[in-house]
């Protein structure tokens, strides 16, 4: 039976994955409001409305699950009559379409990843080129995403994004200046600039690698105070970028490289294109270029053949490259890619122990690293209240996957979005404790 709470023709969107997904579901919003429907993300069940629309992701086996299992919760919603209809969208759907038909024949539609035109159609709203960038943003008022392209134009043995999200599609500098101006005046304070691949923006509109010339039109934007750069690819990345961050205060000094992985070995059959040599090099000079810059990289273990002698180099490296954040993969074995002819050599439990190690490694370097930070002041932006602490974050770290900076919300009243002083007063692994100056 029905229950009267659920509110007729709203829609609620949920979001699965990474911040890509995240923004793909904004814009979805942005159209359906532009259309008069009534629309929420991830509304509470009670509130949650009677049209489902899942945006899933399909990177690697948890991320898949995950989405899988939130499928099937609204396909059995709507078999027991508390919604109407559902809805699928994104990675995993654009993936896997004709297995997920069949499996679960209760969703209404699926859609691939470009077909936002057909899924407003089936929610009766009319796609809106007018609105080229006008979104409904789901994040903190303070930031918000903008993606700078789409697709990914890399060979990576590994990964099955190219197949999900298709060729690297660059957007116009007008284009994102504009959509930043907008955000701007939304509120927005900080903007974080993804992407599948950061350093290759600009070749395919540009015949050149033009996102130094970006960031130089986006910190003319007023309003904006922070931008951050989330995904370069190691290979081919653009130097002059670290010339406009050291040169530009709105930049924050601070990138996210998704290295994978260090010995020789492994990166050539991951086809990452570059060496052990060529990256420890690039992460010195982007040191010596931007004294202080925060690096985050994300690592994957377990990939088919890597030796225990694979892994101790990767060890190795991490000790001595002391990233300041740091986030770590058991290799997912994905069909359709290179490395799916390989053989899945590396059992699940070593996998994970090698995921353990590492991480446990990266959590002793943070701890250093976070101790030499007590006693000194920073620049933060509030983004919320939490129980009886406001948080905050450093230039030095983007939302959700890095050190958050806690505040004693009895001391102090803090907005959301306000930019504050802070002295570093105690430090763990992954926050900071401070006080307002």
């Given amino acids: 039976m029905r229950t009267k709470s659920v509110k007729k023709n709203k829609i609620n969107v949920i979001t699965l994955g990474c911040s890509k997904n995240i923004y793909d579901s904004e814009v979805l919003m942005g159209q359906l409001k532009a259309s008069g429907k009534e629309v929420e993300h991830e509304a509470p069940a009670e509130t949650e409305g009677n049209i489902i629309v899942i945006n899933t992701c399909g990177f690697i086996d948890n991320a898949k699950a995950e989405s899988v299992n939130m499928i099937l919760e609204y396909a059995d919603k709507k078999e027991r009559g508390l919604v109407d209809k559902v809805f699928v969208t994104g990675c995993l759907s654009e993936r896997y379409r004709p297995d997920l038909e069949k499996e679960i024949p209760n969703v209404d539609q699926f859609f691939g990843t470009t077909e936002l035109p057909l899924l407003l159609k089936a929610l009766g709203a009319d796609y809106k080129h007018e609105l080229l ?25 590994f990964c099955a994004i190219p197949i999900m999200r298709g060729k690297h599609v660059s957007q116009p500098i007008e284009k994102l200046v504009k959509e930043a101006e907008g955000l701007a005046r939304d509120g927005v304070k900080e903007l974080i600039l993804i992407a599948q691949d950061l350093t ?65 070995n492994i990166l050539k059959s991951m086809r990452r294109g570059t060496t052990k040599e060529k990256t420890t ?25 890597e030796t225990r002698e694979d892994f101790e180099t990767l060890k190795g490296f991490v000790q001595e490259m002391k990233f300041d954040r740091m986030g770590c993969f058991a290799y997912s074995h994905e069909e359709n890619t290179h490395a799916y002819l390989l053989e899945d050599d590396v059992p699940a439990e070593v996998k994970q122990e090698r995921v353990n190690e590492l991480m446990e490694l990266q959590s002793q370097i943070s701890w250093d690293l976070n101790q030499e930070k007590v006693g000194q002041v920073f620049k933060c932006i509030i983004d919320r209240k939490e129980g009886n602490h406001f948080i905050g974050r450093t230039e030095f770290d983007s939302p959700d996957v890095d050190n958050e900076v806690l505040l004693d919300a009895t001391k102090n009243y803090l907005k959301t979005g306000e930019f504050i002083n802070v002295k570093i007063t105690e430090a763990t692994e992954f926050d900071l404790y401070g006080e307002v100056v």
């Fill in 281 to 305: 090099q690039l992460l010195k000079d982007f040191r010596a270029a931007v004294p202080g810059i925060a690096i985050r990289t994300t690592l994957i273990v377990g990939y088919p053949g």
């Fill in 133 to 157: 960038g006008e979104r409904l943003t789901t994040t903190p008022k303070n930031y918000a995403y903008l993606k700078i392209a789409e697709g990914c134009d890399r060979p990576c043995s």
């Fill in 200 to 264: 290759y923006y600009g070749l395919d509109i540009y015949k050149k690698r033009n996102l130094a010339e970006l960031l130089e039109a986006l910190v003319k934007v007023e309003g904006i105070e922070w931008i951050r750069l989330h995904y370069a690819f190691p290979t081919g990345f653009p130097m002059d970028v670290l010339a406009v961050m050291k040169r530009e205060p709105k930049i924050c000094n601070y990138i996210d490289i998704p290295l994978q992985h260090i010995s020789d």
